[in-house]
């Protein structure tokens, strides 16, 4: 099955978003340069504390920044395929962090006019909203490890700022921990919404596209073949223009199956029958009886893409230029990416059960090509393709 891309422009008249979460981060800089922080209100400041407190975790040693680092894009930083959780720390994950900036435009769950399933929070686009999406990283047994409300209440009500919390929400509040659980969401959703940390567009693309900076001849180059829906075609699913005058998202919020080679580093995938389908499943639920769905994982913004690695939602690839190289060779040359079968063939789209295997993208440029065709991109064009996608790494000054 193939998923068409949905326009942004409807996605974005569905609703406003709500905004807030709770994961993991960092490394390499992506922030926000020379302007001053605007002031936060009492909510999105206690959002901020929350964010950075690893006293919330089970371990003590696990943040919201903790998965999701504001130096990296509120990405990941430890460079593994997953990160480490739980009661102390070393229980593995199942899928690459991802970075939490420039969501602020998206909306809940829904499928579009012509069925493409479109926006959602998560890399299966469960969550609702940010805020709802904070609830599984501050209970799951292999995150902060809580497992219920009263437990995380119950650590909020003795950090530092419990006071403020009280001051905020009520003297009584921790007398009612569900209640305390979704001002704690609430909080967060202020600060990631309020927080311009969170979604500056300060990038080198943006000061080039409000007429205060010059891309160099290879970034421009890289720029047309970003566009050219013949070579790269990656505004295809990632449009790089402007959506009712608000700055281009490079993301349309729709979901694609690529095909990723499985990841070995990742511990779950030991099991040869564990895999991990997303939109289908394991933890999204309500769509595992949709078959055509399976193996589709939600197109992110690529926004800092080039401080935000390890790619894809198993992490697989550990740099820009090989995430790349897969998107215009895994079909020219196959045997690059994936291992050799029993029988001696290529198992081609091996981190999908047999069943699910022709849901991969195989008609859109770049995917549509065979053994023996040249590559959408050769080598020179794929660097000047990546000279581009460092344009949109936030904090540039002129």
């Known amino acids: 099955m193939r998923f068409t891309m949905a326009r942004l422009a409807p996605v974005l008249a569905i609703a406003a978003s709500l905004l807030g979460a709770c994961g993991g981060g960092g490394g ?3 922030s926000s340069g020379g302007a001053a922080p605007k002031a936060l209100s009492p909510a999105a400041d206690l959002g901020r504390r929350i964010f950075m407190d690893a006293s919330l975790s089970v371990s003590g040693k696990l943040s919201c920044a903790g998965c999701h680092d504001p130096s990296r894009a509120h990405a990941g930083s430890d460079g593994l395929a997953v990160p480490l959780g739980g009661p102390t720390g070393t229980t593995p994950g199942f899928r690459n962090a991802p970075s939490l900036n420039y969501l602020e435009r998206d909306t809940s769950f829904f499928f ?17 909203s940010l805020a709802e999406q904070a609830e599984r990283p501050l209970l799951a047994p292999h995150e902060m490890a809580n497992g219920d409300h009263a437990t995380v209440i119950s650590r909020l009500s003795r950090a530092p700022y419990a006071a403020q919390f009280q001051q905020v929400f009520g003297a009584n509040i921790f007398g009612d921990p569900d209640t305390a659980f979704a001002r704690l969401q609430y909080a967060l959703q202020q600060y990631q ?21 010059q891309l160099t001849a290879q970034e421009l180059r890289g720029l047309a073949l970003f ?14 223009s402007k959506v009712n005058g608000q700055p281009a998202l490079f993301t349309d919020f729709t979901y694609d199956n690529l095909g990723v080679p499985r990841n070995e580093k990742i511990p779950a995938n030991a099991d040869p029958t564990y895999y991990d389908l997303g939109l289908c499943g394991p933890f999204r639920t309500d769509l595992a009886n949709r078959g055509g769905l399976c193996g589709a994982f939600k197109v992110p913004t690529l926004r800092n893409i080039a401080v935000t690695a390890p790619y894809f939602h198993n992490g ?9 190289r897969f998107y215009v060779r895994r079909d020219t040359n196959p045997e690059e990416w994936y291992p050799l079968a029993a029988d001696g063939s290529i198992d081609k789209f091996n981190d999908l059960p047999p069943q699910y295997r022709n849901n991969v993208n195989q008609t859109e440029v770049p995917y549509n090509r065979k053994p023996g065709d040249a590559p959408a991109l050769d080598d020179a064009e794929i660097d000047d393709l990546i000279a581009f996608l460092q344009t949109l790494t936030d904090g540039y000054t002129p």
């Open 28 to 30: 390499a800089s992506a």
């Open 112 to 128: 579009a006019s012509d069925a493409t399933p479109t926006g959602g929070f998560d890399r299966d686009g469960r969550a609702n």
């Open 227 to 240: 566009n050219d829906p013949q070579k790269g075609n990656c505004a295809g699913c990632h449009p790089s």
């Open 316 to 324: 697989r690839f550990e740099n820009l230029k090989d995430a790349v």
């Open 193 to 213: 919404d309020e927080d311009d940390a969170f979604h500056p567009y300060d990038s080198k693309y943006d000061a080039f596209v409000a007429g205060k900076a």
